[in-house]
């Protein structure tokens, strides 16, 4: 079968420019946060808008939870460790959500998640074409980075991403397994991403000024 590739940005330069447009968005709070916390955590769409507050562990920066097997590919537990920014934006918007068992309920209904079409609609909002990027494509912008640029070894930015792993003796993926070092790449990761994210905000200021 032919295999379609989700649209992404995987160029620095380029991802810097999306988070420094995030940070501006200025749609509904709640899609705000939660495209704000999606390049950092990077899983999949449907699991961020059904991420759930039980399955939240802030004191120990780490999300677990299960996906369903059609959804996942792997059907098993996956741990997400927590930077500091993450941990950081989860607080701040404890207050607005909290009455609802989803972290990212609809704007509608408490009682549903945010509609799979939020982050897209929102990413369009800001002028980003499907051709360009889409909510998946954060997962290829983090993986194509963090392996490329920041030099992490592709076993553990895999096993970080929940896809299917198998090491040397044909073991399946182990859930727990480079735990310490993924919870140093996740925060390595959503340091990188302030940096570059404010080194294009200067660069745009100094543009600006020059200008004028």
Same mark, same amino acid.
């Given at each position: ?18 988070? =420094? @447009? ?5 749609? &509904? ?11 950092? $955590? ?9 991420? =759930? !507050?039980?399955?939240? @562990? ?26 500091? #920014? ?34 897209? =609609? ?18 290829? &912008? ?17 096993? #970080? ?18 735990? @310490? ?5 996740? #925060?390595? !990761?959503? @340091? ?13 200021? $100094? ?6």
């Amino acid at each position: 079968p032919k295999v379609t590739h989700m649209a992404a940005l995987v160029a620095p330069k380029e991802f810097a420019m999306l988070l =420094q @447009d995030i940070e501006h968005y200025e749609g &509904s709070v709640i899609t705000r946060y939660a495209l704000r916390i999606a390049p950092l $955590v990077f899983v999949r769409p449907g699991e961020l808008r059904h991420a =759930q !507050w039980k399955d939240i @562990d802030l004191e120990h920066a780490l999300w677990s939870y299960t996906p369903p097997k059609t959804k996942s590919k792997t059907g098993v537990q996956h741990i997400v460790p927590l930077s500091k #920014q993450v941990v950081e934006a989860l607080i701040d918007l404890q207050p607005i959500t909290r009455c609802s068992e989803f972290v990212f309920p609809a704007i509608t209904t408490q009682l549903k998640p945010m509609s799979e079409n939020t982050i897209n =609609q929102a990413l369009r909002r800001m002028g980003y074409t499907s051709e360009q990027v889409c909510g998946h494509g954060f997962r290829a &912008s983090a993986r194509t980075i963090l392996e490329e640029v920041l030099g992490y070894p592709i076993e553990i930015i895999e096993q #970080q991403l929940a896809h299917k792993v198998k090491d040397m003796h044909g073991r399946a993926y182990n859930r727990t397994k480079h735990l @310490d070092k993924r919870r140093k790449m996740m #925060q390595h !990761w959503s @340091d990188y991403c302030d940096e570059i994210k404010n080194n294009y905000s200067k660069s745009r200021e $100094v543009k600006s000024r020059e200008i004028m």
